[in-house]
């Protein structure tokens, strides 16, 4: 049964996350609503410029700040990892490509499976103790 590390994970490597602040982005580009001041009137306080207007929306939507925080408590803990965590972690979590079975990691790292499947155990309580508040 996955959790919610096992997703995030999952996600991060599979470059989902990333996929979502970009079809964010391109809601929030696409939504842009047309200047309705017929009046003439002057508007007081307003930002005209829609390239800031874009950016200014997209530094304030909520969602891309949530899916920026995962990548970066990922990255962070990721960082901090053994080569072999990380490269155990690529090849659990990636893409069919780079994605292989609990066989093909042990035979690759040189352990046995249920090693392996214990050091990803420990990992995922780690970062769940350390960073997932997010």
């Known amino acids: 049964m996955a959790d919610k590390i096992d997703k995030l994970f999952k996600s991060y490597y599979q470059h989902e996350i990333e996929n979502k602040i970009a079809d964010r982005k391109?809601?929030?580009?696409?939504?842009?609503?047309?200047?309705?001041?017929?009046?003439?009137?002057?508007?007081?306080?307003?930002?005209?410029?829609?390239?800031?207007?874009?950016?200014?929306?997209?530094?304030?939507d909520l969602m891309i700040r949530h899916w920026r925080r995962q990548i970066k408590s990922i990255r962070e803990y990721v960082a901090t990892l053994?080569?072999?965590?990380?490269?155990?972690?690529?090849?659990?979590?990636?893409?069919?490509p780079l994605k292989k079975s609990w066989q093909q990691i042990s035979m690759k790292m040189y352990l046995d499976q249920t090693t392996c499947k214990k050091r990803l155990a420990k990992i995922k309580q780690e970062y769940r103790k350390s960073f997932f508040c997010v």
Do not use: C, F
Request: aromatic letters at 4%; charged letters at 30%; hydrophobic letters at 25%.
């Open 82 to 96: 053994t080569k072999e965590n990380q490269e155990m972690l690529v090849m659990h979590y990636s893409k069919p």
């Open 26 to 60: 391109q809601d929030i580009k696409n939504s842009a609503k047309p200047d309705e001041n017929v009046g003439g009137g002057r508007l007081q306080n307003v930002n005209s410029n829609p390239v800031e207007n874009y950016l200014i929306k997209v530094e304030r």
